[in-house]
């Protein structure tokens, strides 16, 4: 059982970054991604990495980056120019398979590890 463990969050004016970590309690060789669920909405994919290539949604190509230490267990998602849309709780997820469809990857049945959420709020 890995337990993941997300930080980071916090409140930024638009147009302002956050760094936000997920930490696994284990080892976490597949796939790592991070979601986001606003009020009133479905989660929604954010970013993965997996497999060594890195994966974005539209909405934050441009501006997040995804990355790992893996020597540490830990993955991040670095946000830059922060929109008001991007208002959200903040799931970090990771798979102990490194997937081969895309689809699954960008899905949150893809990942069978979830954190607790880290709340990112946006003011405009």
């Known amino acids: 059982q890995v337990q993941l463990v997300e930080s980071g969050g916090g409140l930024v004016q638009a147009g302002g970054s956050l760094r936000l970590s997920c930490a696994a309690s284990?080892?976490?060789?597949?796939?790592m991604g991070w979601f986001r669920q606003a009020p009133g909405k479905e989660r929604e994919f954010v970013s993965a990495i997996n497999g060594g290539y890195t994966y974005y949604a539209d909405s934050v190509k441009g501006r997040f980056t995804i990355s790992r230490d893996n020597a540490k267990n830990t993955a991040y998602l670095q946000m830059n120019s922060l929109k008001p849309e991007d208002t959200a709780v903040y799931y970090c997820?990771?798979?102990?398979?490194?997937?081969?469809?895309?689809?699954?990857?960008?899905?949150?049945?893809?990942?069978?590890?979830w954190g607790q959420g880290t709340q990112v709020t946006v003011s405009s």
């Open positions: 284990g080892r976490t060789s597949g796939a």
């Open positions: 997820a990771a798979d102990p398979v490194t997937h081969t469809l895309v689809a699954v990857i960008r899905s949150p049945t893809g990942y069978r590890y």
